[in-house]
């Protein structure tokens, strides 16, 4: 069986509960970003994607049924080139509720993040949510970047 799903969905809208399901309905793992924290050794892959050098999203990707969450939803362009049969699915929250999840969790103040990881991503941050210091904070979650994926 081969990667059949991309998760296009910010963090904080659903995406454990959908790599759960995903795990059950495809019998094999899906990359969320926990196996980015509990696999260190995924940072450099990530690292050369952020900075739009080649990568292997096939091989990367092999032992894998589904990608949700950060990073790998930031990437979705990319990895529906590499598995054109896959479903893309856009998870949503409203951006009120999000953020303030989201505010609270993902983007609340952590210990210095090391190296690669780091660079990583703020790359990511930059290149692919651009967001103007004076925009609301729940515009976040509204970025065009998700207009792009037909529900």
Known sequence: MSF?????????????????ALQILLGRPCYHMMELIQRPEHTPFWH????N???DWQNFLAPYGAAV?????????????AFPEAVIVLSLRS??????SAH????????????LLAEMTQQISVSRFPIHPVIH???????PLHDAVPI
């Open 4 to 20: 059949r799903v991309i998760g296009a969905g910010l963090g904080r809208t659903g995406t454990s509960s959908l790599r759960e």
């Open 48 to 51: 050369e994607a952020a900075f």
């Open 53 to 55: 050098r080649p990568v």
């Open 69 to 81: 969450d950060w990073p790998a939803a930031a990437f979705w362009p990319e990895i529906s080139q």
């Open 95 to 100: 951006a009120e509720s999000w953020w303030e």
């Open 104 to 115: 609270r969790t993902i983007y609340a103040p952590r210990p210095h993040t090391p190296g």
């Open 137 to 143: 904070d729940t515009e976040i979650y509204t970025l």
